[in-house]
């Protein structure tokens, strides 16, 4: 048994979430909120040495016909990173409607409105993370 974490990207948020590839169940676990590089990757530092992860996926965005945009380009940057600075495998999924997809489910527990603000990026890590244990949309390349 092994964790994986799994991470939404954005340039203002990163959504986390964390799940054992025993249950292949995802749960979100945080939002990573600072304005610095530095300060975001001092907070992933902090959660892969307490998790002790053996990989992490990342959330690819795109339009829904499938064409990559500025934020690809910048969520592909943020996985290269964290190939480069924690040497662990990152993998990519395709996150389209990932966040309506938070949205949603936030929306069937209750959570509606500003509410959905603090918990939306780490539901949609979530949601990355179990298209990832469920074999949904994990891009090879």
């Not at 590839?21 to 990757?41: C, M, Q, R, S, V």
């Not at 949603?104 to 500003?114: D, I, K, P």
């Amino acid at each position: 048994m092994s964790t994986i974490l799994g991470f939404d990207f954005g340039e203002v948020r990163i959504g986390v979430a964390m799940g054992s590839t025993e249950l292949g169940i995802a749960h979100p676990l945080e939002t990573i909120a600072f304005e610095e590089n530095d300060k975001k990757f001092a907070r992933i530092e902090a959660l892969i040495r307490e998790w002790q992860p053996s990989a992490l996926v990342v959330g690819l965005p795109a339009y829904l016909n499938g064409q990559e945009h500025e934020i690809s380009r910048l969520a592909r940057k943020f996985a290269n990173r964290l190939t480069g600075r924690f040497n662990l495998p990152v993998h990519l999924v395709d996150e389209r409607l990932s966040s309506a997809g938070a949205t949603q489910a936030l929306n069937e527990v209750g959570v509606r409105g500003r509410k959905q603000k603090t918990a939306l990026d780490q539901v949609a890590a979530m949601q990355i993370l179990q298209s990832y244990f469920d074999g949904v949309g994990v891009i090879t390349e």
